[in-house]
């Protein structure tokens, strides 16, 4: 009975955000100009993700979340808009994700039109999913972020790999992943996510929606998302990403799985 819980939790979920990509369901219109969006998505604090649409012209419209996101991060100590190597590590991702940043206000934001909305919005949610798990505060935080552990291992097991990497999908639109994993001889490419906060279910969804949009073009490839567990991980979310399947790797336990990234016959931990 806990597993078919569980599923169909997973199962509303899942609804709920084909919902609101297809009609656009939770529009609240604040004035003439300015409509607040709440989204089936969630924070780590169990909020909802909002995010407003600004119409700027006739057709143009703005899509931002009103500097929410980096005001909160930075209000608990995750995130600091006077340092120049977090904001370097900010201006990267961003602009990959095709989205703006306004140092002043702190707004993460884009533009489009009406008629592309639909596809903008969900840009500008898994951008703002992406950046509050890439700075969220975490024990080991001064060995680096998270995604720079990641990137510095999958570097010292001597992978090929490309960092910031993005997609086509079968629609023609970008997709996004941390890192990819060639490799020519050993089987196919992997595909490497980072999850830095195992407990945000909104997060593991989003990253669950861009591997099946790029599956659907890159049928040879593998699937990986690598979970920061220094704080225990649910075995719910451990399944709900097998079951789409994407292999997820503990951090803890990275070196159990380089033989299967590699596709080498075997592989010796190197000693702490």
């Given amino acids: 009975m806990k597993g078919a819980a569980k599923m169909q ?8 955000i084909e919902a609101f990509y297809a009609r656009h369901h939770y529009w609240t219109p604040t004035n003439e100009k300015v409509t607040r969006i709440e989204t089936p ?9 909002i995010f407003y649409v600004v ?17 909160d991060l930075e ?4 995130f600091s808009s006077r340092s120049p190597q977090q904001l370097q590590l900010l201006t990267g991702q961003i602009e990959r994700r095709g989205v703006s940043f306004d140092s002043e ?14 596809r903008h919005q969900i840009q500008l949610l898994h951008a703002l999913l992406f950046i509050e798990d890439l700075f969220s505060a975490t024990a080991t935080q001064h060995e680096g972020l998270f995604i720079e552990q990641v990137h510095d291992f999958l570097t010292s097991v001597k992978l090929h790999i490309t960092a910031q990497p993005t997609l086509a999908d079968s629609s023609n639109q970008t997709r996004y992943a ?3 994993v060639v490799s020519a001889e050993h089987g196919p490419t992997k595909l490497v996510w980072t999850m830095n906060n195992a407990d945000n279910r909104s997060y593991a969804a989003a990253i669950i929606i861009e591997k099946c949009q790029i599956q659907s073009q890159h049928a040879d ?41 590699t596709g080498q016959a075997s592989w010796d931990e190197p000693e702490c």
């Fill in 9 to 16: 939790s997973k199962s509303q979920l899942v609804t709920s």
């Fill in 41 to 49: 998505f969630v924070n780590r604090h169990r909020d909802t993700v």
């Fill in 55 to 71: 119409q700027e012209t006739k057709q143009g419209l703005k899509l931002t979340d009103g500097g929410y996101t980096l005001d």
């Fill in 75 to 78: 209000g608990e100590g995750c």
């Fill in 105 to 118: 206000s702190h707004e993460i934001f884009l533009r489009t039109s009406t008629q592309d909305y639909a």
């Fill in 178 to 180: 941390d890192f990819v």
């Fill in 221 to 261: 490839t593998a699937f990986y998302v690598m979970i920061n567990d220094e704080a225990p991980v649910a075995e719910n979310v451990i399944q709900i990403f097998k079951a789409e399947d994407i292999t997820p790797v503990l951090f803890s336990k990275r070196y159990e799985h380089v033989t299967q990234l």
